[in-house]
């Protein structure tokens, strides 16, 4: 699908994002701090490149943080 990732572009430095995602829940529930999920709740967000949302994905991600941040469980 054009403007989707097509591949985790961490896992060219030996980790995957979802690696990155854990560590980071793992830390955040070891500080008692609450985490905004992008990676579950928004994960096919149109991009420019391998990583970063153009202004379609934008929106998208934005609608995914102020959903968790009205309620959801983060």
């Known amino acids: 699908e ?4 097509q591949e985790d572009p961490l896992k060219r ?7 990155y995602c854990t560590a980071i ?4 529930a070891a500080r ?4 905004v999920d992008l990676y579950s ?7 420019v ?7 379609a994905g934008m929106r998208s991600i934005s609608r995914a943080v ?3 941040l009205q309620g959801e469980d983060i």
Request: aromatic share 6%; with cysteine.
């Open 49 to 55: 490149d391998d990583f970063h949302p153009n202004a």
């Open 13 to 19: 430095r030996g980790r995957s994002l979802e690696d």
């Open 2 to 5: 054009e403007g989707l990732m």
């Open 41 to 47: 709740s928004c994960p096919s967000f149109e991009r």
């Open 66 to 68: 102020l959903g968790q």
């Open 25 to 28: 829940k793992k830390q955040a």
């Open 32 to 35: 008692g701090c609450g985490v």
